[in-house]
């Protein structure tokens, strides 16, 4: 079994440099939020817990809006439960897909609120946009277990006017059975690319993570012998592909060309919520959020922390690395309905 492990912690380290800080202007908390970029600008997409309802941030203008959805069930029941939303540009509109425990996996274009598609089946724990093999894929968690989904943002349901043969959003379908959503944050399966091959790592049942190769429906590389149930994850390679997982209070990072677990680190916070990677000068970093509110940016490489512990007073509800200005930054929300963006620092 893996031992415990501490990280380097200075109390006099700086912060991250606050960017900016924003409140959602309408009724609701955040739930979940994506990041995407329109027109040269970042759009901060999210879903804000009302039915039948979106809402975004243009961060360059500081601009709100809240955006009306159709109903996926054409007048049927006249409810959405958006607790997962993930977000891309299609064609140069804004494509959004989500769903919730009692609703399956649904599409819409956010400025129209027209209904793209919608699934028949199971409900969603989880949902993210992923640049896999080349394509962006939303990937979607399945609340009941497995499998985890793949669905092609490009491509909507048929309408009346399209030919007979138009393809289906099915007919792009991938499902992955192998693996299972236990995180209700975006980062509850990572995809990416390992050795020029698709994949995806998450979750495999019995206190395994599985490296699934996509294009063959084939377990690639299997972690085990842990002993925390880990439930959020992300992929980074600054040289090394590595794997970074959170379960608790315990961040791990796994070596994908060996398939073994380097030492655990200890958060200095509650329970990790969600959790995403990236390589910032040349390094592996990874930033956490917790229940506590407490977001924390970890050197991979030197198992430190980058900077003093952001503290907040709500659980941290979603958490992404994008970049802003020509910089990487952090933005996070919370479940009072608070985002902040945080300058992740240029040296390591």
């Given at each position: 079994?893996?031992?415990?492990?501490?990280?380097?912690?200075?109390?006099?380290?700086?912060?991250?440099?606050?960017?900016?800080?924003?409140?959602?202007?309408?009724?609701?908390?955040?739930?979940?939020f994506?990041?995407?970029?329109?027109?040269?600008?970042?759009?901060?997409?999210?879903t804000?817990?009302?039915?039948?309802?979106?809402?975004s941030w243009?961060?360059?203008?500081?601009?709100?809006t809240?955006?009306?959805?159709?109903?996926?069930?054409?007048?049927?029941?006249?409810?959405?439960?958006?607790?997962?939303?993930?977000?891309?540009?299609?064609?140069?509109?804004?494509?959004?897909?989500?769903?919730?425990?009692?609703?399956g996996?649904?599409?819409?274009?956010?400025?129209?609120?027209a209904?793209?598609?919608?699934?028949e089946?199971?409900?969603?724990a989880?949902?993210?946009?992923?640049?896999?093999?080349?394509?962006?894929?939303?990937?979607?968690?399945?609340?009941s277990g497995?499998?985890?989904?793949?669905?092609?943002?490009?491509?909507?349901?048929?309408?009346?006017?399209?030919?007979?043969?138009?393809?289906?959003?099915?007919?792009?379908?991938?499902?992955?059975?192998?693996?299972?959503?236990?995180?209700?944050?975006?980062?509850?399966?990572a995809?990416?690319?390992?050795?020029?091959?698709?994949v995806?790592?998450?979750p495999?049942?019995?206190?395994?993570?599985?490296?699934w190769?996509?294009?063959?429906?084939?377990?690639?590389?299997?972690?085990?012998?842990?002993?925390?149930?880990?439930?959020?994850?992300?992929?980074?390679?600054?040289?090394?592909?590595?794997?970074?997982?959170?379960?608790?209070?315990?961040?791990?990072?796994?070596?994908?060309?060996?398939?073994?677990?380097?030492?655990?680190?200890?958060?200095?916070?509650?329970?990790?919520t969600?959790?995403?990677?990236?390589?910032?000068?040349g390094?592996?970093?990874?930033?956490?959020?917790?229940?506590?509110?407490?977001?924390?940016?970890?050197?991979?490489?030197?198992?430190?922390?980058?900077?003093?512990?952001?503290?907040?007073?709500h659980?941290?509800?979603?958490?992404?690395?994008?970049?802003?200005?020509?910089?990487?930054?952090?933005?996070?929300?919370?479940?009072?309905?608070?985002?902040?963006?945080?300058n992740?620092?240029?040296?390591?």
């Open positions: 079994m893996i031992a415990r492990g501490w990280v380097a912690y200075d109390p006099g380290m700086p912060p991250l440099p606050t960017v900016t800080v924003g409140r959602i202007p309408f009724d609701g908390a955040i739930r979940d994506d990041v995407v970029e329109r027109d040269g600008r970042p759009f901060l997409v999210g804000h817990d009302r039915s039948l309802r979106a809402f243009d961060l360059a203008r500081d601009t709100w809240e955006h009306a959805l159709g109903d996926p069930w054409f007048g049927e029941d006249g409810y959405t439960e958006l607790a997962a939303l993930a977000a891309t540009v299609v064609d140069g509109r804004i494509v959004v897909g989500g769903g919730g425990d009692r609703q996996f649904a599409q819409w274009d956010l400025e129209s609120g209904v793209r598609m919608y699934a089946d199971g409900g969603v989880s949902a993210t946009a992923a640049v896999v093999g080349g394509r962006t894929w939303f990937v979607v968690g399945v609340s497995p499998p985890v989904q793949l669905w092609d943002p490009a491509v909507a349901e048929p309408g009346e006017a399209d030919p007979a043969d138009a393809p289906s959003p099915y007919d792009h379908l991938i499902e992955v059975n192998a693996l299972e959503a236990f995180s209700r944050a975006s980062s509850a399966v995809a990416g690319t390992l050795k020029d091959r698709p995806l790592v998450g495999g049942g019995d206190a395994r993570v599985f490296v190769d996509i294009e063959n429906d084939a377990l690639l590389l299997e972690i085990d012998d842990i002993d925390v149930e880990l439930r959020d994850f992300a992929l980074v390679d600054a040289g090394v592909p590595r794997v970074v997982a959170s379960g608790g209070r315990t961040l791990l990072v796994g070596g994908l060309a060996t398939g073994e677990w380097e030492d655990p680190i200890e958060v200095p916070c509650a329970a990790v969600c959790l995403d990677a990236t390589v910032l000068d390094g592996a970093v990874a930033v956490t959020g917790s229940e506590d509110g407490t977001v924390c940016a970890w050197d991979l490489e030197a198992r430190r922390l980058l900077a003093e512990p952001t503290c907040g007073e659980p941290i509800t979603a958490l992404r690395i994008t970049e802003l200005d020509g910089r990487q930054v952090v933005i996070t929300s919370d479940r009072n309905g608070t985002v902040q963006v945080l992740l620092p240029r040296y390591l």
